[in-house]
Structure formats: structure tokens, C-alpha cells
T-cell receptor, first 114, second 117 residues
Framework: NAGVTQTPKFQVLKTGQSMTLQCAQDMNHEYMSWYRQDPGMGLRLIHYSVGAGITDQGEVPNGYNVSRSTTEDFPLRLLSAAPSQTSVYFC?????????????FGEGSRLTVL | AQKITQTQPGMFVQEKEAVTLDCTYDTSDPSYGLFWYKQPSSGEMIFLIYQGSYDQQNATEGRYSLNFQKARKSANLVISASQLGDSAMYFCAMREGRGGATNKLIFGTGTLLAVQP
């Protein structure tokens, strides 16, 4: 069972560089989301999607872009990385409409921006 | 706006004792769900337990139980008979609305639990 797969697990960037964090799930979940985790701040929602072609902003969307061309994939793009984006990023998915259902998380991607 | 508050940044507990991790929430929506996740040092997020706002009984899952006090807007996690493997960060989270509107989960800042032998 692959579940939610994130790549890469670790990445170091220079300020101003761009990159994409990949997220794929094989559970046919309609809902997918990206969080960032910073010490003392818990997990904060960046962007989310309720299906292919539909995305929306979360709590901390600035500096990040997303798209959802398929049910399975939900990449997170950093167009011009900043040191403030140094964080651990989690992709998570769930069934849409099953409001009692938990989010399934990927293993996380640790990003350092120098 | 919905909000989750975990006031205990860190806690110690002796092995085999019970421990309560506090969580309070704020919402104006009568329909909501409360979740607890565990994050061990390896970093993955592990779902522990769920409580719905309309559930009449407190949720239980093995050694985990949720002390749900709706009037106080609290959803404390109780771990009975602590084990060394329970040492981890614990997050409380809330989802408003009966799906359809949003699946968004809002998290608290977490409590770091250390189980001592």
C-alpha cells in the first residue's frame, strides 16, 4: 500500500531558486492538501484541492502555487524560494464529504532554503 | 474563525501511568469533528482517534480515549498505561462542517510527551 507519496524527502535550495514538491496518492481521494510544519506553530494549511481542476488557498498560501490536473497528483511549487520557506512540508489526502474521515499523510519533505 | 489551542508545550509521564493532553477549541459551527494525531521522532503523522460534535459517547481506541466536554469546548486526549513508545508530539485538530463545505483540518501547536522509565 503506497498511500500518500511525497518526493523529495530532503531538499536544499538557494534563495531565489524554484522547485516542485511532488505528492501522489493511490487511494482515489478527492481531497488533497499541503501543510507546512514549523517549530512551535503546529501544521498550517497552505493550499488544498477538492478535485481535479479545483484548488483553493489555506492559511499561509503566499509564495506557493498548486495545480490539480489529475485525482492522484497535487504538486506544490515554490517559484522563488525564500529562507522563510525553510520547513517540513506534508501532503495529506482524504475522501471528500466523509467529514468523519481522517487525513492520510505523506512522510514529509524537509526543505532548507539558504 | 475556528481555532485549536494546546497549552502544554511539553509533558513528562512515568511509564505505566495515565496522562491527559489538553485541547480546547473554538468554533461557531454546531457540526465539527475533532482529531488527535501522533508524530513520533521519525516524523510521520499517525491518526489516533476521532470525536464528532454530535457523538453522545466519548471516543475510545485501545489505550486512547477522548474526554469530550462540549460545553467547555475541550477535547482532551487520555493515554492509559503509558509506554516508552508513546513518547512523541501529539496534535489536536478540528474540522468544521459536515463535509461538502470543507475537509480542511486545522491543527493546534502540539504537545511533546516524554515517557520516562
Amino acid at each position: 500500500n503506497a498511500g500518500v507519496t511525497q518526493t523529495p524527502k530532503f531538499q536544499v535550495l538557494k534563495t531565489g531558486q524554484s522547485m516542485t514538491l511532488q505528492c501522489a496518492q493511490d487511494m482515489n481521494h478527492e481531497y488533497m492538501s499541503w501543510y507546512r510544519q514549523d517549530p512551535g506553530m503546529g501544521l498550517r494549511l497552505i493550499h488544498y484541492s477538492v478535485g481535479a481542476g479545483i484548488t483553493d488557498q489555506g492559511e499561509v498560501p503566499n509564495g506557493y502555487n498548486v495545480s490539480r490536473s489529475t485525482t492522484e497528483d497535487f504538486p506544490l511549487r515554490l517559484l522563488s524560494a525564500a529562507p522563510s520557506q525553510t520547513s517540513v512540508y506534508f501532503c495529506a489526502s482524504s475522501y471528500w464529504g466523509r467529514w468523519t474521515g481522517e487525513l492520510f499523510f505523506g512522510e514529509g519533505s524537509r526543505l532548507t532554503v539558504l | 474563525a475556528q481555532k485549536i489551542t494546546q497549552t502544554q508545550p511539553g509533558m513528562f509521564v512515568q511509564e505505566k501511568e495515565a496522562v491527559t493532553l489538553d485541547c480546547t477549541y473554538d468554533t461557531s459551527d454546531p457540526s465539527y469533528g475533532l482529531f488527535w494525531y501522533k508524530q513520533p521522532s521519525s516524523g510521520e503523522m499517525i491518526f489516533l482517534i476521532y470525536q464528532g460534535s454530535y457523538d453522545q459517547q466519548n471516543a475510545t481506541e485501545g489505550r486512547y480515549s477522548l474526554n469530550f466536554q462540549k460545553a467547555r469546548k475541550s477535547a482532551n486526549l487520555v493515554i492509559s498505561a503509558s509506554q516508552l513508545g508513546d513518547s512523541a508530539m501529539y496534535f489536536c485538530a478540528m474540522r468544521e462542517g459536515r463535509g461538502g463545505a470543507t475537509n480542511k483540518l486545522i491543527f493546534g501547536t502540539g504537545t511533546l510527551l516524554a515517557v520516562q522509565p
